[in-house]
T-cell receptor
């Protein structure tokens, strides 16, 4: 069965430091996509970054980069130069392209707290 | 661009009543919208996919008669929780795809917190 695993329920990082949030996935499909979303305490889901399974280069969006290791089935999010505003829940999610491209399967999330 | 709104943001209702939640795409057309449910400190679970002009597709285990979905226009989908019970209390989030943009990206609304007393 398709599954997303986030093993870190909570993470702490000091402001201006980098932090890596772990995500592993399980799928039998060759074509799939991986997302990271940020959910502040207000509740909205903010799209951060996307990696397609056939993308050869790791995705980057500003301070966010996705460390995609296909053989290990991992898609870790790296946040560089953490800011206090980065404190939030972070969810990794997967879409399976051939089976149901619109369905997102979410992990259980990691709560990141950035301290001064 | 790509803003999705939800109304209301919070609602408290009595057990046995029905509650309607609206999801609107403000600056784009969304032929497909999605409804998620999130329990406290848990992940999002897809409830149903709402297609403009046709019936919604419900995920396994979701009661379609209890969670009525209507997608009457390219910018509006509604979720009605019928005969609500305390166990329906949850955070409901909708999302939408912009048909004009990259196919994979879903834009999420701010969510609606439902409390059934």
């Amino acid at each position: 069965a398709q599954k997303i695993t986030q093993t870190q329920p909570g993470m702490f990082v000091q402001e201006k430091e980098a932090v890596t949030l772990d995500c592993t996935y399980d799928t039998s499909d060759q074509s799939y996509g991986l997302f990271w979303y940020k959910q502040p305490s207000s509740g909205e889901m903010i799209f951060l970054i996307y990696q397609g399974s056939y993308d050869e280069q790791n995705a980057t969006e500003g301070r966010y980069s996705l460390n995609f290791q296909k053989a290990r089935k991992s898609a870790n999010l790296v946040i560089s130069a953490s800011q206090l505003g980065d404190s939030a829940m972070y969810f990794c999610a997967m879409r399976e392209v051939p089976r149901n491209p619109d369905k997102l399967i979410f992990g259980t999330g990691t709560r990141l707290q950035v301290f001064p | 661009g790509a803003v999705v709104s939800q109304h209301p943001s919070r609602v408290i209702c009595k057990s046995g009543t029905s509650v309607k939640i609206e999801c609107r795409s403000l600056d784009f057309q969304a032929t497909t919208m999605f409804w998620y449910r999130q329990f406290p400190k848990q992940s999002l679970m897809l409830m149903a996919t709402s297609n403009e002009g046709s019936k919604a597709t419900y995920e396994q285990g979701v009661e379609k008669d209890k969670f009525l979905i209507n997608h009457a226009s390219l910018t509006l989908s509604t979720l009605t929780v019928t005969s609500a019970h305390p166990e329906d209390s949850s955070f409901y989030i909708c999302s939408a795809r912009d048909v004009q943009r990259a196919s994979y990206e879903q834009y999420f609304g701010p969510g609606t917190r439902l409390t059934v007393t």
